[in-house]
């Protein structure tokens, strides 16, 4: 059960979609469709940059369905190469025909790797679109990794502004934050764990004492090695931007993240889409505690953890019904599984203490959970073995 939610979440969020007219291409993080639809998607956007190649739209549509497939291509380095090179040529091509364009900017920014030389023209997108919610989430991630604190404000609540955000996802937020421990860390791992839980904290002023960390951007020496020193770690001589393998660059993650289990005083976190990176090395001391696992050397109670989680610090209406559409609600749905490991621990709980009436609720957000995203199957047996 305690992996279970990683497979589904991926299964889940391809959506088989026929189509033979153009559509928009989102990010896989917003709306993941199949492979066969990405490269449909972006032979029809060529054909319309072949008719108009000023036409600044059909470059970000073009662009956005190779940069997909080349994100799919992570387990095949061939393919991940030719996507990755194509993304580059579209950047040069866009930016010679429609320079003064957000779109040909954003583009050239996004396959930089965050080189510094190429800040200008993320710079250039938000002057050319600040209200456009790529350009936003770009610009306050770089905010967050210079420090710059009044701008990545003043990001976050712009960005928060376009709905951008499923209200599903932030409420999973609002959840995860309220379950951890004053002045807490949290290690999340991508833009649907991150993000939400930035905009709860910037935008509503919910558990600011609690450093949300995406272990990902800890990789970048300048904003780890300011953390470190906000956070009153002791310095860890590590230069990520001189690593020359696969193997070193897992090496150095894994002493960052050790660095934090050893001197960090205060609680620590991992969200449970990460906890699988974490698996072999501290299987032992992470604790499941309701949508995160805590670090602990020693056992912990933590059904009562649980417990209280659920019933005193939740809010779980959204779970049964949902009145918001976003683009990436589908996504948002999907992201309950989470809810899935916590939520049968409680229903063993409550079984074996016979607690009928409480018995029932979870079963039926169970039962819930497994019908909307897809794992009804799972949720059955693992109610059949309780």
């Not at 379950?179 to 807490?184: G, K, Q, R, T, V």
Request: proline content about 2%; overall charge neutral.
């Amino acid at each position: 059960m305690k992996y279970l939610i990683y497979s589904v979440l991926m299964a889940l969020s391809i959506t088989s979609v026929k189509s033979q007219e153009l559509k928009k291409v989102y990010s896989i993080v917003k709306e993941m469709q199949g492979v066969s639809w990405y490269k449909e998607q972006q032979k029809l956007w060529k054909e319309e940059i072949d008719k108009n190649n000023k036409n600044a739209v059909a470059w970000e549509n073009y662009y956005n369905a190779i940069r997909a497939l080349k994100n799919l291509s992570w387990e095949n380095k061939e393919e991940l190469e030719k996507y990755k090179k194509q993304c580059e040529v579209i950047g040069k091509d866009a930016y010679a025909v429609v320079p003064n364009s957000y779109q040909a900017n954003l583009i050239l920014w996004r396959n930089s790797g965050n080189e510094e030389k190429y800040h200008k023209y993320l710079e250039r997108a938000y002057e050319l679109s600040p209200n456009n919610e790529e350009v936003l989430v770009n610009v306050l991630t770089q905010a967050k990794l210079k420090g710059e604190k009044e701008k990545y404000s003043t990001y976050c609540k712009k960005y928060y502004k376009t709905n951008d955000v499923p209200s599903g996802l932030l409420n999973w937020a609002y959840n995860l934050l309220s379950e951890l421990d004053e002045n807490a860390i949290v290690f999340t791992g991508g833009d649907n764990d991150s993000y939400p839980c930035w905009l709860m904290q910037e935008v509503k002023g919910i558990r600011t004492d609690v450093e949300v960390i995406n272990i990902y951007l800890l990789l970048k020496d300048d904003y780890r090695n300011n953390l470190f020193k906000e956070l009153n770690l002791p310095e860890l001589q590590i230069k990520m931007s001189d690593v020359k393998s696969e193997e070193e660059y897992m090496a150095n993650r894994d002493k960052i993240l050790d660095h934090f289990f050893i001197n960090y005083k205060s609680s620590i976190y991992v969200v449970s889409t990460l906890v699988k990176n974490f698996k072999e090395k501290y299987e032992n001391e992470l604790h499941l505690t309701g949508l995160a696992y805590k670090y602990s050397k020693t056992e912990i109670d933590n059904i009562s953890l649980i417990i209280r989680n659920y019933e005193k610090r939740y809010l779980l209406d959204y779970l049964k019904m949902s009145f918001s559409f976003n683009v990436g609600e589908k996504v948002a749905e999907n992201a309950q599984v989470m809810y899935l490991p916590a939520l049968t621990k409680l229903y063993k709980h409550y079984k074996n203490t016979e607690q009928t009436e409480k018995l029932k609720k979870v079963k039926e957000l169970l039962l819930s959970i497994g019908s909307r995203t897809g794992s009804l199957e799972d949720v059955e047996t693992i109610l059949k073995g309780c």
